[in-house]
T-cell receptor, first 110, second 109 residues
Framework: DTEVTQTPKHLVMGMTNKKSLKCEQH?????MYWYKQKAKKPPELMFV???????INESVPSRFSPECPNSSLLNLHLHALQPEDSALYLC?????????FGPGTRLTVL | SQQGEEDPQALSIQEGENATMNCSYK?????LQWYRQNSGRGLVHLIL?????REKHSGRLRVTLDTSKKSSSLLITASRAADTASYFC?????????FGKGTRLHILP
């Protein structure tokens, strides 16, 4: 299985809601990543987990909370988001340098 | 902060022509990678070139790397309609991946 899956594909939430994005890979990759991508912009790195430990946090606001329950799963918990957080959220995994991306979750914050 | 800068930002060429995109970066790297993204979807890895390599080929793709100038180029030969996408370079240093602004490539029939 060489796929990274993400759920849900689309999410609409209000600013007071709590929701979670999920990412899963079964390639045995050691590292997993969250990126945020706005329209016509490149992906921006948010978090990196290596061997299930948070190794990089790119000064992301605390309303985004990552979690890595095991080596195959990566979650991004969302709380009290702002409309400007609306974006495509991409998950990726890697063993070495090549990253395998999921299809993304399109998030809209109302 | 963004590391890579691609040029051109947008490129339209006729099917069958070659497309060249350039990328410049600012700091030390382990590797430089190129990715393709079709509209609103996940990125697909195309090719990786290590900091000690100067040129690499994969099918219709040719990548060069000049570490003295901190620049790379991606050449797609004999373009096809299916090559229409955004192309990003990405620099890689110790798990920290930084993407350039990207080139939007449009192949005209």
């Amino acid at each position: 299985d060489t796929e990274v899956t993400q759920t849900p594909k689309h999410l609409v939430m209000g600013m007071t809601n709590k929701k979670s994005l999920k990412c899963e890979q079964h390639m045995g990759h050691r590292a997993m990543y969250w990126y945020k991508q706005k329209a016509k912009k490149p992906p921006e790195l948010m978090f990196v987990y290596s061997y299930e430990k948070l190794s990089i946090n790119e000064s992301v606001p605390s309303r985004f909370s990552p979690e890595c329950p095991n080596s195959s799963l990566l979650n991004l918990h969302l709380h009290a988001l702002q409309p400007e957080d609306s974006a495509l959220y991409l998950c990726a995994s890697s063993q070495l340098s090549e990253q395998f991306f999921g299809p993304g979750t399109r998030l809209t914050v109302l | 902060s963004q590391q890579g800068e691609e040029d051109p930002q947008a490129l339209s060429i006729q099917e069958g022509e070659n497309a060249t995109m350039n990328c410049s970066y600012k700091t030390s790297i382990n590797n430089l990678q190129w990715y393709r993204q079709n509209s609103g979807r996940g990125l697909v890895h195309l090719i990786l070139i290590r900091s000690n390599e100067r040129e690499k080929h994969s099918g219709r793709l040719r990548v060069t790397l000049d570490t003295s100038k901190k620049s790379s180029s991606l050449l797609i030969t004999a373009s096809r309609a299916a090559d229409t996408a955004s192309y990003f370079c990405a620099t890689d240093l110790d798990d920290k991946i930084i993407f350039g602004k990207g080139t939007r490539l449009h192949i005209l029939p």
